[in-house]
């Protein structure tokens, strides 16, 4: 692609630095503004006052609602402006109004967000985040730096997730629910401590995992947090199940670094219902 500062898709009061290279079919709003160093790939919409800083990578067939900002320098004392670190942003994502993404923060750093994702309103993603494919995020929603959300993960409005949490594949993450731990992947979790109350069923039958798939992960569920057996015990019974939504769980769970969140049940209790030795 080649530089095109001006052309029949990009309005006249939009500001479009020599250096940005843009698709001839992108269409580029009113009062844009679009960086140096900017790729913007085929059928791209930038609605009015839409921002893309320097080092901002975009797919094909993003949607841009008015005032999205993307490639914001970090909030992150250590960040110095002159380091070159990136965001990259894949294709079909639906970015709607005021969405904020932050490129990394050390040399070379890079945030990540995939494929047909839905980002609402008002979504702030911090540096460094990795988010995959057709994950949905309410408005008003936070993701601290380093976070992960996984594939097809479903967050509510304002979510808050700490940085370094990772959330699974599949989950859904109630509105106002503050995730300081991970959230394996499958669960339903809510309440202003993030806790498990089952499987997120509708999310499963949405993307037709069978009936034996929801039977595997509701005994793996009932072993993680039910069967007061020792975590590493736990784990390696949900292995033996063998299906792939359980490995990925055992995987998940085995990789967690801040550790995982508690079952609702335990929360009033206090008890290590989920199997914390």
Same mark, same amino acid.
């Given at each position: ?22 698709? +001839? ?30 080092? #901002? ?19 992150d004392k250590r960040f110095r402006e002159e380091d070159a670190s990136y965001l990259r942003v894949g294709s079909d994502n639906i970015l709607r109004e005021y969405v904020n993404i932050s490129r990394g923060t050390k ?14 309103? =008002? ?17 008003? #929603? ?12 479903f967050l509510s409005a304002g979510v808050g997730v700490h940085q370094f949490s990772k959330v699974g594949r599949l989950c859904m993450v109630a509105a106002n629910t503050r995730v300081a731990q991970d959230v394996p +992947? ?7 401590? =993030?806790?498990?109350?089952? !499987?997120? !069923? ?19 569920? /009932?072993?993680?947090? /039910?069967?007061?057996?020792? /975590? ?10 063998? #299906?792939?939504?359980? !490995? ?12 995982? =969140?508690?079952?609702? /049940? ?12």
């Open positions: 692609m080649e530089p095109i500062p001006s052309g029949p898709n990009i309005a006249t009061t939009a500001s479009i630095h020599p250096g940005a290279r843009i698709h +001839p079919t992108a269409m580029i709003g009113a009062h844009c503004i679009v960086e140096d160093e900017v790729e913007i790939g085929p059928h791209n919409r930038l609605d009015p006052f839409v921002i893309v800083k320097r080092y #901002t990578t975009l797919g094909a067939g993003n949607h841009l609602y008015s005032g999205a900002q993307l490639g914001t320098d970090p909030m040399p070379g750093a890079v945030t990540v967000l995939g494929d047909d994702n839905y980002v609402m309103s =008002c979504v702030h993603i911090a540096h460094d985040c990795q988010l995959g494919s057709h994950i949905t995020i309410g408005p008003s #929603t936070s993701l601290g730096g380093y976070a992960e959300i996984e594939d097809n993960a +992947p499958y669960f339903l979790v809510s309440e202003f401590d =993030c806790a498990a109350h089952g !499987l997120n !069923l509708v999310g499963l039958r949405r993307a037709g995992a069978s009936r034996e798939t929801v039977a595997a992960l509701k005994q793996a569920y /009932r072993l993680l947090y /039910r069967s007061g057996l020792p /975590r590493k015990d736990a784990l390696e019974q949900i292995e033996a199940l063998a #299906t792939p939504e359980a !490995l990925h769980l055992v995987a998940f769970i085995r990789s967690s670094k801040r550790g995982i =969140c508690r079952d609702n /049940r335990s929360m009033n209790t206090g008890a290590a219902a989920s199997g914390e030795e």
